[in-house]
């Protein structure tokens, strides 16, 4: 990649990276960001550029249409992104509408061509002379998608969830606001103290967690792995899963990869006793977690096929592969890319996967079953099936305020400032097969 000097060039090469080449966000722009020659202010400027435009991409293209005589499908791709930079800057930013007309044109000038560059400077302008009102679909929650920039039906499958059009529209409103960085001082390795000292914020008055202001990689703990990034949400669960912990027990987390809660198990076990083994089928994602685990034990294997001889073990965490739509705010581009057929085989793989932790865990022992979804089908309803096929299971309640009448936990970005996370904790009981 060559070092790129102009915050909207940088922008917007970081967006074509993601739209047409199908990378994400959150591991391309740190790349592009490092290699660029840009002040802290103009990286903070090209940060917001990006995650906002793919953030309210969906109402950026509404408007785009509204003011074109083009239908959006013959408008080119580049020339589409282009255009999101500029109505971002005109729509989000405190930026004055002439400026931001001005730069968006000279960027389009450099990358898409002079006659182009016309057609966004039209079009621009066109969106900013319009009413600056709500736009409408055909129902409410149609139109609660539209404005707040999310597909549909993510947002029916919130009403499902939540009942309320109020409490629909602030969780898709608080999907689209920035979130800093939340880090963990991984017990025995480092200190929250050590990351305050650093310039990072108290989480409150959490023991582990703190906020960062500026880049998390500037943190010694953070670059030594002695501390991590990770979301409250999924240091959450992590903590209500250790509310099981027995000594000499038998550890595993099925789907460890990229390891943010495999180091926070593996930290507390090492500490307290016992024996913990991540899997993470990818060999690229295993050695992410190899690096977190310390000396804690790390293998490959599809965990739908588990090998015999790795035996059986007394606790579980299952973090499934999941549609992700718990952590749009720090994944924008997520919303995009799943659709209702991704979760038909989502669900599926995640059925097959509780099916096979069901196999590999000893009797009385504990699977943790973690989403990063507020889906019901892969959620409520995934645990309710497994609970049907597996007579000899049964929830343990998670130990919390928020939890749902069945003991299990689903968190909601709105209302924790944080991922929706949804954790139900299984025991087992003797054998399917008595």
């Not at 074509?16 to 592009?32: D, Q």
């Not at 943190?219 to 027995?246: C, M, N």
């Not at 027990?249 to 500490?271: E, F, H, N």
Request: proline share 4%.
């Amino acid at each position: 990649m060559r070092a790129i000097s102009d915050s909207r060039l940088l922008a917007f090469e970081a967006l074509t990276e993601v739209e047409l080449h199908g990378k994400y966000s959150n591991l391309i722009l740190p790349k592009l960001l490092a290699q660029s020659k840009l002040s802290i202010e103009d990286r903070a400027l090209v940060s917001e550029l990006v995650y906002g435009t793919l953030r309210m991409k969906g109402l950026y293209d509404a408007l785009i249409a509204r003011a074109s005589t083009r239908s959006l499908s013959d408008i080119d791709e580049k020339v589409r992104i282009v255009l999101r930079l500029g109505v971002h800057q005109l729509n989000q930013m405190r930026i004055p509408s002439h400026a931001a007309i001005y730069e968006t044109v000279e960027l389009a000038k450099r990358v898409v061509g002079q006659s182009s560059a016309s057609f966004c400077n039209a079009i621009l302008r066109n969106i900013d002379d319009a009413p600056k009102d709500t736009l409408v679909a055909n129902d409410r929650l149609s139109t609660i998608a539209l404005n707040n920039s999310h597909p549909d039906w993510i947002i029916s499958s919130y009403m499902d969830s939540l009942k309320s059009f109020e409490e629909v529209e602030s969780l898709a409103r608080a999907n689209n606001i920035p979130a800093a960085p939340t880090l963990i001082a991984w017990p025995g390795k480092s200190t929250v103290d050590e990351l305050i000292e650093y310039g990072a914020q108290a989480y409150g008055d959490n023991s582990l967690a703190a906020i960062a202001h500026g880049d998390p990689g500037s943190i010694p703990a953070i670059r030594e792995r002695r501390a991590g990034v990770q979301d409250r949400g999924s240091q959450l669960v992590v903590e209500k899963f250790l509310d099981t912990f027995e000594s000499d027990l038998r550890w595993l987390d099925m789907c460890a990869g990229p390891g943010g809660k495999a180091a926070y198990l593996a930290s507390v076990i090492q500490m307290r006793g016992g024996e913990f083994i991540a899997n993470e089928i990818s060999q690229e994602r295993s050695l992410l977690v190899k690096q977190v685990v310390g000396p804690s034990e790390v293998v490959n294997f599809d965990a739908r096929h588990f090998p015999v001889e790795l035996g059986s073990f007394d606790r579980i965490l299952l973090d499934v592969p999941c549609t992700g739509i718990g952590a749009l705010r720090r994944r924008p581009e997520v919303r995009w890319r799943r659709t209702v057929q991704d979760l038909r085989s989502l669900t599926k793989l995640q059925s097959e996967l509780l099916d096979a932790a069901a196999t590999i865990l000893n009797n009385e022992g504990i699977i943790a079953y973690v989403t990063c979804s507020s889906h019901q089908a892969e959620t409520t309803f995934q645990i309710r099936a497994f609970l049907k096929r597996h007579p000899h299971f049964k929830r343990i309640p998670v130990r919390d305020l928020r939890t749902n009448p069945d003991g299990e936990l689903q968190l909601w970005t709105h209302r924790d400032d944080c991922d929706s996370m949804f954790l139900s904790m299984l025991k087992k009981q003797g054998s399917d097969r008595e």
